[in-house]
Every structure is written in C-alpha cells, then in structure tokens.
C-alpha cells in the first residue's frame, strides 16, 4: 500500500498544510510519497524530502506547471497515479480545486474534508457545518481524500532523507490559462498557520473601524486578522480574511471574535481553536455558547481598553 501527497507549494517551499497531510497519510499506513509538480521547484522537492514520513518524492518540472493550474496539477497527479491506494490532499483553495478534478479523471469517489483516520478504508468527516461528524467506509480501489489540516499535527520538516524521483512533465492541457494574481503581502503570520487570530464581524461596523479598532491589538499580540463572511461581504475587508465554511478553517492556540454573533457558517471554521475569547454586546450571541472567555461590553470601548493593558 503506498499513498500519494499532492504538494502544495510556492515553486520554493512547501505550504504549511502539505505538512498536516503528510501526518494523514502516515496515519493510514504504508509508504507516503508525495508529488510536487511546479517549474523551477527543486527546492520544494528537496524540502519536501525532508519531511519526516516521506519515503519518495516525485518530482514534475515543466513550464505547464509555471502558474500552478489545478487542471495541468490533476492531469500529472492520474499521470503518476498508478500504484496508488490513497492520493491526499489539503482541505485548501487549492486542494479543492485539484482533487475533484483527479478523482472524476480516476472515475472514483472523493471523500472530503476528513478530520480523523480509522483505518486505510474508514475515517470521518465533520457534516452540517460541523454539527455532526460521518464516518465513511469506501470500497474504492482508489480512495481521493482531502484532508482538514486543522485535524492532524504538521509532519516535521526535517529529519527525512527520502530520494527525489524525477518524473515527467504533463503538457498543458489547454483547457484554461493564467491571466494574472492580485497577491495580498502582510507582514502578519498566513492565518491558517497562526498561533493567535485577531478576528473582526459586522459589529465593527465598517471597514475603517475594523482597521482602527483591530490592527492595534493584532500588532500588540503578533496576531493574524481575520473576519466572519459578514464582514467580508460587507466590504470591511478582503475575502482572504474570511474564516468560517466556505473560508478558511483555522485553530490557533488563541482565537478572539471581536463583534460577531457567531453564526454557524463562521463557528464551522473556528471552534476547533485551543482558547476562544468573546467580545460582544450582545449577551445571547451564539458566540458565547462556544467561547471559553466572554465579555460583554461595547466593543469600542473593551478593545482600546484591552490594548492600552498589553
């Protein structure tokens, strides 16, 4: 039994979240190979065989993988597939792209999202926005997973000596094209990586505020920032800070919720954080049900209050 990682990487270095899937994929069994296809990536297939757990690293460098577009990533990942019993990847924008397209390529069903292994054949998946968990038994020659980082500790980054496989390169399938990235640059820590999450919702009431209110405390704490879809949709912020179902699923050591209720949606992205802390004036929001320190105050006042103690 073998198991095939789909990397995620910068063309550089690998993404924090390859690293919780490698831990995944050791927990199933077997040899953990895993696939970095990109041009000019030998440095994140060096960095890749150093990771405690992999026994092999494919390597794929060719100009189809310069802009790293999900449907050349799939056609090289069924191009290696052979051999393979499970073929993982991140719960990310990227993995959720690339792994539907491999398993309708495969003709085999995906399990997403998991959170725990059982066994090769068996592991559970939250559901209903977190409020129940299913556990899957597939039957699948090929099993197609995703893997939700948050559930499984990062593989440590050095200590393997696996060998680089050089492989061939997919052509382009021709079937989209790269037109152009608007990157956001913070010298913050990436939010799904962050020990501690500043995190902001509608009650902030503007994208000023927001700003105003939270970029002090965030700094006083060497905080990531984040938001609840509210306040992303509302415009306070960019859809990259959204942390919740269908953003971002995070588990810091701390997580505060400044001015958000607590909906479902965003609780689904959140609740798994070590410490959850509260602001909110409003002493029957949703958020307190979860939180293991809330306050009740006017967030205007608490939060200035809060960053002039630090």
Do not use: C
């Amino acid at each position: 039994m073998a198991n095939l990682v789909i990397a995620e990487h910068d063309q550089g270095s690998l993404k924090a979240a390859t690293l919780n899937v490698i831990s995944a994929a050791v927990a199933i069994g077997g040899d953990v190979h895993v696939l970095v296809a990109g041009h000019n990536a030998a440095a994140a297939a060096t960095a890749a065989s150093q990771v405690v757990g992999v026994s092999k690293v494919l390597h794929a460098d060719g100009a189809a993988h310069a802009n790293l577009l999900s449907e050349n990533a799939a056609a090289q990942v069924v191009a290696n597939a052979s051999g393979y019993t499970h073929i993982l990847a991140a719960a990310t924008a990227y993995g959720k792209s690339v792994a539907p397209r491999v398993a309708a390529l495969l003709d085999k069903a995906q399990i997403s999202d998991i959170i725990k292994v059982i066994d090769a054949d068996t592991f559970v998946r939250p559901i209903y926005a977190g409020n129940a968990y299913a556990t899957v038994k597939s039957s699948d020659s090929v099993k197609v997973l995703t893997v939700r980082g948050t559930a499984f500790a990062a593989a440590a980054k050095t200590g393997g000596s696996a060998t680089v496989e050089t492989v061939a390169a997919v052509a382009d399938s021709g079937v989209a094209s790269f037109v152009s990235a608007e990157v956001t640059k913070s010298e913050r820590p990436e939010l799904t990586a962050a020990k501690i999450i500043v995190s902001g919702g509608r009650g902030l009431g503007s994208g000023d505020k927001y700003r105003e209110v939270l970029t002090p405390l965030a700094d006083k704490l060497g905080a990531a920032l984040g938001a609840s879809r509210a306040a992303v949709d509302a415009g306070y912020v960019p859809n990259d800070y959204q942390v919740g179902q269908t953003g971002k699923i995070v588990a810091p050591d701390l997580y505060i919720a400044i001015g958000m209720s607590g909906a479902i949606q965003h609780l689904a992205g959140m609740k798994d954080s070590k410490v959850i802390v509260a602001i909110n004036k409003d002493a029957d929001a949703p958020i307190f049900g979860v939180a293991d320190y809330g306050l009740v105050a006017d967030l205007f006042d608490a939060v200035p209050e809060l960053v002039a103690k630090l």
